[in-house]
């Protein structure tokens, strides 16, 4: 059967299609690694890691300034204009190791009263310290990927988002068991 050329030219339609693939298999992970977490930590130790990602994710977004729209947003428009892309390129990364810098002094000094408020707890301060040093990490992959995207690289940016989800599933495994 012969596909339609507006179906087959639809944009849209690939980036979904190639979209619903990478997010079936982040499901299908996910849901292996949520079983294997409710087996070893139970149900506060969920709690405990759901409070992490929150933290984590809040922090990222803080790290990286807030610019990951701006960055698809300008590197779509200024992507034949190799000198507007450098200027944007160069305050980006100013604001994003700024943001990092201050997120992760904040984590690592600040490491103790985090654990205590979170967790209500002081057991965790050296995971608070481990995330000061990978929050730069992941704030320089929002802005890669935000230069991804706006390149419109939709099966780079889906293989990157599959194989990063693959890798710290992978972690999150070994680091379980």
Not at 44 to 54: E, F, M, T, V
Not at 100 to 116: E, K
């Amino acid at each position: 059967m012969k596909i339609p050329q507006f179906i087959r030219g639809n944009l849209l339609l690939k980036m979904t299609s190639l979209n619903a693939g990478v997010i079936g298999v982040r499901l299908f992970i996910s849901l292996f690694i949520q079983r294997l977490l409710a087996e070893i930590v139970g149900e506060a130790g969920i709690a405990k890691i759901g409070s992490l990602r929150n933290l984590l994710e809040m922090l990222s977004s803080f790290a990286s300034v807030g610019i990951f729209s701006g960055v698809v947003k300008y590197v779509a428009e200024y992507k034949d204009d190799k000198e507007q892309l450098q200027k944007l390129f160069s305050t980006t990364l100013v604001f994003t190791v700024s943001g990092t810098i201050v997120v992760s002094l904040v984590l690592f000094f600040g490491a103790d009263y985090l654990s205590n408020t979170i967790f209500d707890s002081p057991d965790y301060i050296y995971l608070i310290k481990l995330l000061a040093v990978i929050v730069p990490f992941i704030s320089m992959y929002r802005v890669f990927n935000g230069i991804v995207n706006g390149l419109s690289l939709y099966k780079k940016l889906a293989g990157i988002d599959l194989f990063s989800y693959i890798l710290s599933a992978i972690l999150t495994v070994v680091l379980l068991l």
